[in-house]
Structure formats: structure tokens, C-alpha cells
């Protein structure tokens, strides 16, 4: 086992953070771990009433999560008292159970297995504070063996005693503005991000504007980029080319690259900017854009069966492709 990239300390944003005990490179495993709690948050009904569940989801939560509670085995109920513990600001007099919800709502994480929503927590990670412009991203097993399980991931180039910051809401959260940023962080999580981004709109509102532009460009999640049929019938009725698409792509890479970003929906495209080189016979151009798209599955899908992804993700049809990739540029 080999030493641990953070400790757990002070955060200067708030109660306790993951503070980088050395430098760590960007695509770093930083740490992984398995859940503290791990609940099945959906009712299983045949006669499954959407509104009534939004209706009373809240109500339904509070008794899942004390079921889940009262389920704990006895190590993990101790790790999860020592997490409440280490928890300042919550020293009401509310029942633990309600606390508990509460500490639920603005800590655990959730993903989508078999068409229902899973919750879970952690030791470590869920120490973890958020920045509007992160450090590094929570990847779930949504699967498999060691489902609920999470590692995370450095996106970017991390100083050693840095705060380790990851992105509280995933999805397109990081292309939108900044006053809906901080709309959709307040009630869900009950604090004003102050992040360098937060405070500064001004700057870098133009720069998330234009990637949203690009990130519409490219059809997100919509196209399959590694059917080149599919893809031509959709230039022809844009009116667009190939060059088009990759000017977009290349320039969506690169402002990524200035906020320290990954968009694991970047795969195909970085696969695609590959096939348009290799296609040309720029071989070089070619292997940079297949390893930027290898380095895209070894980070969020080796290892992983796919469900709950979008079937643009499908590791099988990624590995097929690289592959032929590669056998065209020899
Ligand atoms: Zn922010």
C-alpha cells in the first residue's frame, strides 16, 4: 500500500477538506474507497407514480435513510459516527435521525443502477468541498463487484497542501453562469460557493458561455462519433464538414484544458479528431487525439461495465475503434 496522497485537515472553505500531502499529477487515482452507506433510494412499485414520489420524496428519504440507518453493521456505524462527529455546525437538538438527513442531503453522492437511484457516502471523499473550478472528479462503480465504491481522480495539477476541491453538482453544471451556479448550490447544499470563479464572474462567465456554445456544436450526448455514417448524414444537414466539427472539438479542448476540466463525453470526439487525421495520414496529430481519448476511458471506464452511461461510452465499441485506429495507420 503506498502512502496517502492527502490528509484529512482545516478546510478554508468550510469545517473539513482533502488537503494534498504532496504534489499529485493530473490523472492521478488519488484515493478509493468503499461506502460508509449505500441505500436504494427508489420504492419499487408496480403502479410507480412520478409525482406522487417528487411529491413526497423528502418524507420518503427520511425513512430510507433511517431504515438504512438502523441497517449499519457495527464497523461501519462506528465510521459513520465518527464522520457525524467530525461534522461541525449541526450540534442542534434535532433528532440524529433528522440530522442524519441532513448530513445525507449535503454529503452523499447517488448513481443510477438498474433504473433506480442509489445513494452513498464516504469516509474520506465526502470531506471533499466544492469548487466551481475542481480539482478532481468522483468516479462511482455504477457495477460489478465493488459497486457504490469511489475513487477520486485528479483532473488537474495539484500543489502539495492544496485543498483538494471536486464539483458538488455534475453533468453540464460547469457550463452554466455563475448566478445560476450558485441558484442550484445554495438550496441543495445551504452555502454561497466564494470560489475564484464565484467571485470573479465577470471573467469567467464569457469563457463558460462559449464553451456551452461548442458543447451544443458538438450534439452532445446525441451523436455517435464513432459512426461515420451517422455523422456525415448530420453534417449534410447542418450544412456543415468534418473540419467544421473538428475546429469546434479542438477549440471545446482547449478552453477544458485552461479551467483544468474533463468532459467524459470528450471520448468520441477525441476519438473522432483521431480518425480525421488518420484518415489524412497526419499520423501524428492522429496518436495524440487516440491517446487524449484512451486516456478518457482509462479514467472513467476501464475496468467498468458501462451501464448507466450513455451507449457513446460503450467501452467495447471504444476498444474496437482505437484498435482499428491503429491498424489503419500502419
Ligand atoms: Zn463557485
Known amino acids: 500500500m503506498s502512502d496517502p496522497m492527502y490528509r484529512i485537515g482545516d478546510s478554508r472553505i468550510s469545517g473539513h477538506g482533502l488537503i494534498a500531502l504532496s504534489n499529485i499529477q493530473a490523472n492521478t487515482v488519488i484515493l478509493e474507497e468503499a461506502p460508509l452507506l449505500h441505500i436504494n433510494t427508489e420504492r419499487a412499485s408496480e403502479n410507480f407514480d412520478l409525482d406522487a414520489f417528487l411529491a413526497d420524496e423528502t418524507g420518503q428519504q427520511s425513512t430510507i435513510i433511517q431504515s438504512g440507518m438502523h441497517a449499519l453493521n457495527r464497523s461501519n456505524r462506528a465510521a459513520w459516527d465518527h464522520f457525524r462527529n467530525l461534522q461541525s455546525g449541526f450540534r442542534t437538538r434535532a433528532r440524529t435521525s433528522v440530522q442524519d438527513i441532513g448530513r445525507v442531503r449535503r454529503n452523499a453522492f447517488s448513481y443510477d443502477f438498474q433504473g433506480q437511484k442509489w445513494i452513498t457516502a464516504y469516509h474520506a471523499i465526502c470531506k471533499a468541498n466544492h469548487s466551481c473550478r475542481p480539482h478532481a472528479v468522483v468516479d462511482i462503480a455504477a457495477s460489478g463487484d465493488n459497486r457504490g465504491s469511489a475513487r477520486l481522480i485528479a483532473t488537474t495539477f495539484i500543489p502539495a497542501d492544496t485543498e483538494i476541491l471536486i464539483e458538488y453538482v455534475v453533468d453540464d453544471f460547469f457550463l452554466r453562469p455563475t448566478a445560476q451556479r450558485q441558484a442550484e448550490l445554495q438550496p441543495q447544499y445551504d452555502f454561497q460557493c466564494a470560489c475564484l470563479d464565484c467571485t470573479n464572474p465577470a471573467v469567467s462567465d464569457p469563457i463558460r458561455a462559449r464553451m456551452e456554445g461548442y458543447a451544443k456544436d458538438l450534439k452532445f450526448p446525441g451523436l455517435a462519433w464513432d459512426r461515420a455514417t451517422e455523422t456525415n448524414q448530420f453534417l449534410r444537414a447542418e450544412g456543415l464538414t468534418w473540419q467544421d466539427l473538428l475546429d469546434t472539438a479542438k477549440a471545446y479542448i482547449s478552453d477544458l484544458e485552461k ?35 484512451l486516456g478518457v476511458i482509462a479514467q472513467f471506464f476501464e475496468g467498468a461495465d458501462t451501464e448507466g452511461m450513455g451507449n457513446i461510452f460503450a467501452k467495447t465499441s471504444a476498444s474496437s475503434m482505437i484498435s482499428r485506429y491503429r491498424f489503419n495507420s500502419m
Do not use: K, T
Open 259 to 293: 479551467f483544468g476540466m474533463i468532459d467524459p463525453r470528450l471520448y468520441g470526439v477525441y476519438a473522432w479528431c483521431a480518425r480525421f487525421y488518420y484518415d489524412r495520414g497526419a499520423n501524428e496529430h492522429a496518436h495524440r487525439y487516440s491517446s487524449q481519448a
